[in-house]
């Protein structure tokens, strides 16, 4: 019995393992690009003045210090941006799901009268825009720049998250909208308690792609804000990279500090990262399949 299953395995290929090593070799270099860099600015934003300017640093900090991320956490730019990004991200995540789930759910039904025209409609944004001047003009004629919503309005629905939830919806048993049609549920009840439920990785997934959009997203807040206590926080990283050396040490904070330039950019763009990379083991359990198994019983 012994003999017969180990003659049953199924072995490998020398092609197939030479195909699996250059998958591991592959994915491992790409993962070290991705990695390294990081690692590299933990490593000047705490190192010493005199490593960074004597370049150093690598992947360890030399002469360890945390000066940066106390002139950072005391700037009072750093957390107006840093406030900033998180309501912007907070709220327009929010409204943006709200609206790409009451778009998706109708599109997604063959009942719906002009449908395919609807659709056509909206995949044309897709291609072709207004532009960034009249854009412009309009946001000035609706009285919103130097205003949050500026930042979030204009960008409320990707077509392209409102397609993948459209597409979604789709592939979720009729037989249970019809069930909870003939217990007396309505369109806006079967969405909310029995499709939302069904829904959760696609809505994770659209909420994370809405959150790193708005999190990341500097060009709006160049274009539409002068106001400094609304700029973003990727706006403040953006004009603290390109600034001169001299512009770094402000006013609110003791000029006399064991820190560089770099090591101050350093600080700034871990500290921004860091949040949003929180987000990701909340959301990583939503993106395993299978969660319809069970849900209609024959």
């Known amino acids: ?45 705490l190192s010493s003045e005199e490593a960074v300017i004597s370049g150093t640093v690598g992947l360890l900090p030399v002469g360890v210090q945390f000066e940066t991320y106390k002139y950072v956490l005391q700037d009072s730019m750093f957390l107006s941006a840093f406030k900033t990004s998180v309501l912007l991200t907070v709220i327009g995540t929010t409204l943006s799901l709200t609206m790409t789930t009451i778009t998706a759910y109708p599109l997604s039904k063959v009942r719906l009268r002009g ?7 909206f995949v044309f944004t897709m291609l072709f825009s207004g532009g960034l001047i009249p854009t412009y003009l309009l946001m000035h004629n609706l009285k919103l720049l130097n205003t949050l919503p500026v930042l979030f309005l204009p960008s409320m629905i990707s077509v392209f998250n409102m397609l993948i939830m459209k597409n979604y919806f789709e ?6 909208e019809e069930s909870a049609k003939l217990d007396g549920g309505g369109n806006f009840r079967i969405l909310i308690h029995i499709m939302l439920p069904l829904s959760m990785p696609v809505l994770a997934t659209i909420a994370l792609f809405y959150a790193v959009a708005f999190w990341n997203d500097f060009f ?12 973003p926080l990727q706006l403040y990283l953006k004009e603290l990279i390109i600034s001169s050396s001299g512009d770094f040490l402000r006013d609110n904070v003791d000029a ?13 763009i871990i500290l921004a990262t860091i949040p949003i990379l929180l987000v990701y083991p909340f959301l990583q359990k939503y993106f395993v399949k299978g969660v319809l198994v069970g849900s209609v019983k024959g």
């Open 1 to 45: 019995m012994k003999k017969a299953k180990s003659n049953g395995a199924i072995k490998a290929s020398f092609g197939e393992k030479c195909f699996a090593a250059f998958n591991y070799c592959f994915f491992i270099l790409m993962g070290l690009t991705t990695i390294i860099p990081f690692v590299n600015l933990i490593a000047k934003s």
């Open 115 to 121: 449908r395919k025209w609807l659709l056509l409609m």
């Open 171 to 176: 592939g979720l048993p009729d037989s249970l």
């Open 220 to 231: 709006a807040a160049m274009i539409y804000i002068t106001d400094p206590e609304l700029k």
């Open 256 to 268: 006399a500090i064991n820190t560089t330039p770099q090591s101050i950019q350093a600080s700034s």
